[in-house]
């Protein structure tokens, strides 16, 4: 095994801590899983940098990258979506339960992950993949176009915002910080990022894939 498909590989086994971690209550948890989202992000790109610059493609490198691809989307999309939309947070001193403190803040209220992008975010990728395998059997090799590539860079600032949201938004709450003036532009902010972000993901994730069948449908078609 090469070092780019090691790195890959390595990728996947941080898969189940990075969807484990921010279920905990500790900030220092949801902030180690912030850290291995933004290793697992990176690496993303370098093993395929390193395969591409020193000739180390390989079939085990074609099959492990995207299926790591696939598996950090589900790991980060589920707690996002978990923790936005049904968290309750229990104040200790009261016991009063009020809504998640982790949905984005904007100055236009709170947002949280609808279930509706969830679905076609992931159904997106899932045919995809059917989609590139059904073409590959046929003699056809889909390579990436520029607007997926522009579609992964914003999930990856989405995703990346929730999970540095997920560690924040604890340790204000431990720290008391959320009536202090800073922390709210800070919260905004960050809120913003993720929103703007997310819009551009489930945009691009539609306008590449409709991309993808105008450019390729026909081909698969016809060589079957």
Same mark, same amino acid.
């Given at each position: ?22 279920? /905990?209550?500790? &900030?220092?948890?949801? #902030? ?14 370098? =093993? ?8 180390? $493609?390989?079939?085990? *490198?074609?099959? #492990? ?27 200790? =001193?009261? *016991? ?21 992008? $969830? ?14 395998? $059904?073409?590959?059997?046929? +003699?056809? !090799? ?15 600032? &989405? ?16 720290? +008391? ?10 919260? !905004?902010?960050? +809120? ?6 997310? /819009? ?23 060589? *079957?």
């Amino acid at each position: 095994m090469n070092l780019p498909n090691a790195i890959t590989v390595g990728r996947i086994a941080l898969t189940p801590l990075i969807a484990w971690l921010p279920f /905990t209550t500790s &900030w220092t948890a949801r #902030l180690i899983a912030f850290a291995l989202f933004l290793i697992a992000a990176i690496t993303d790109y370098w =093993d395929g940098h390193l395969a591409r610059q020193h000739n180390l $493609v390989t079939d085990l *490198g074609r099959l #492990l990258d995207p299926l790591a691809d696939k598996l950090l989307l589900l790991a980060t999309l589920v707690p996002m979506y978990w923790l936005q939309r049904h968290y309750t947070f229990i104040a200790s =001193d009261s *016991g009063d339960a009020t809504a998640s403190p982790f949905l984005f803040v904007t100055p236009f209220g709170r947002i949280a992950l609808p279930l509706w992008i $969830v679905l076609v975010v992931l159904g997106r990728e899932a045919f995809m993949t059917v989609f590139r395998q $059904v073409a590959a059997h046929r +003699g056809l !090799v889909i390579a990436a176009i520029g607007p997926a590539k522009w579609k992964t860079a914003f999930q990856s600032v &989405w995703l990346g915002a929730a999970y540095f949201w997920f560690f924040a938004a604890t340790l204000a709450s431990r720290e +008391g910080w959320q009536n202090d003036a800073t922390w709210r532009g800070f919260a !905004v902010f960050n +809120g913003l990022v993720g929103v703007i972000s997310m /819009t551009g993901a489930v945009g691009l994730t539609v306008w590449s894939l409709w991309l993808y069948l105008r450019r390729y449908g026909r081909q698969v078609v016809a060589a *079957g």
